[in-house]
């Protein structure tokens, strides 16, 4: 099984158009996080969630908006694609937000042409 | 400036031989992790210290911490090829320590 599983992996779109990403976990986590991994490899946090609730915000633009139904899921919803968007995107999770121990899935590559 | 940077950004080894990364970081910490990424996969966790230990084993990993001058390394033994991937340490920063940041990273290339 996997512990955090995302979708799509790949995603190509035009600028403009809006698209989400899908994230769930099965570890039973408290904490969900998102990631812009650059194309220097460089891992930048953008959100984290506790128990469904927001809690870091990293001065992301605010076309990307993050949503948890449940505390197993945190998708990513993108408006307005941008090229500088291309990355690759990581969900994540950890036990909580004091145990950062972080378990991640496999990537979006977004690529906005 | 980031929290934690790696240094080298890339090195290549043969296959056998010991390869050592640093990070260094410029805030307190509560942990420091190391983190290893195949490429094209995600991140996979590969030991945390804690700012009142100095040094973890883990198998042929050695991570060893110095708060004094803010650094850590990551000495992997008897490397292999399927030891070729990127590695990144993170530090847990905030108030509450419960923001983890990663530094860029170094890209390991073990040669066969």
């Known amino acids: 099984d996997t512990a955090v599983s995302q979708t799509p992996k790949y995603l190509v779109t035009q600028m403009g158009n809006d698209k989400s990403i899908k994230c769930e976990q099965n570890l039973g986590h408290d904490t969900m996080y998102w990631y812009k991994q650059d194309s220097k490899k460089f891992l930048k946090i953008m959100f984290s969630y506790n128990n469904k609730e927001l809690i870091i915000n990293e001065t992301v633009p605010n076309r990307f908006s993050p949503k948890s139904p449940d505390k197993a899921h945190l998708n990513l919803h993108i408006n307005s694609l941008e090229l500088g968007d291309s990355a690759v995107y990581f969900c994540?999770?950890?036990?909580?937000?004091?145990?950062?121990?972080?378990?991640f899935g496999q990537g979006t590559r977004l690529t906005v042409v | 400036s980031q929290q934690g940077e790696e240094d080298p950004q890339a090195l290549s080894i043969q296959e056998g031989e010991n390869a050592t990364m640093n990070c260094s970081y410029k805030?307190?910490?509560?942990?420091l992790q190391w983190y290893r990424q195949n490429s094209g996969r995600g991140l996979v966790h590969l030991i945390l210290?804690?700012?009142?230990?100095r040094e973890k084993h883990s198998g042929r990993l050695r991570v060893t911490l110095d708060t004094s001058k803010k650094s850590s390394s990551l000495l992997i033994t008897a490397s292999r090829a399927a030891d070729t991937a990127s590695y990144f340490c993170a530090t847990d920063v905030g108030a509450s320590y419960d923001k983890v940041i990663f530094g860029p990273g170094t890209s390991l290339s073990v040669i066969p």
């Open positions: 805030t307190s910490i509560n942990n």
């Open positions: 210290i804690r700012s009142n230990e």
């Open positions: 994540a999770s950890s036990r909580s937000p004091m145990n950062t121990e972080a378990f």
